[in-house]
Nanobody
Framework: QVQLVESGGGLVQPGGSLRLSCAAS?????????MGWFRQAPGKEREFVAS????????PYADSVKGRFTISRENAKNTLFLQMNSLKPEDTGVYYC?????????????????WGQGTQVTVSS
């Protein structure tokens, strides 16, 4: 069973930046997993933010975050990242890290096998 632990959330003003991290407990297989970030705002469904293939070669993004967010991974440290710049109030929500036992990236929530507990991101002045 893979455990994922997110960190790096917090309160930030509009236009600011945050960097989220997701540490995976399973070192043996992390480098073979596709990974993703999702978010959920109050009263809304969980939505796709970004995904990354096993080697970082494919990184699809939601249209709402393209050009502002960057997903990356460091396989040697079993860690996934999400750099978020030019943050907007509509980026507020709980951000979840997810992993799938297939190496390719995917935008589909149901394609992921493991989920973290989430980290809160609040963008407000």
């Amino acid at each position: 069973q893979v455990q994922l632990v997110e960190s790096g959330g917090g309160l930030v003003q509009p236009g600011g930046s945050l960097r989220l991290s997701c540490a995976a407990s399973e070192a043996t297989f992390f480098s073979t997993y596709g990974m993703g970030w999702f978010r959920q705002a109050p009263g809304k469904e969980r939505e796709f933010v970004a995904s990354i293939s096993w080697n970082g070669g494919n990184t699809p993004y939601a249209d709402s975050v393209k050009g502002r967010f960057t997903i990356s991974r460091e396989n040697a440290k079993n860690t996934l990242f999400l750099q978020m710049n030019s943050l907007k109030p509509e980026d507020t929500g709980v951000y979840y890290c997810a992993a799938r036992r297939i190496k390719w990236a995917t935008t589909l929530l149901n394609d992921y096998d493991y989920w973290g507990q989430g980290t809160q991101v609040t963008v407000s002045s």
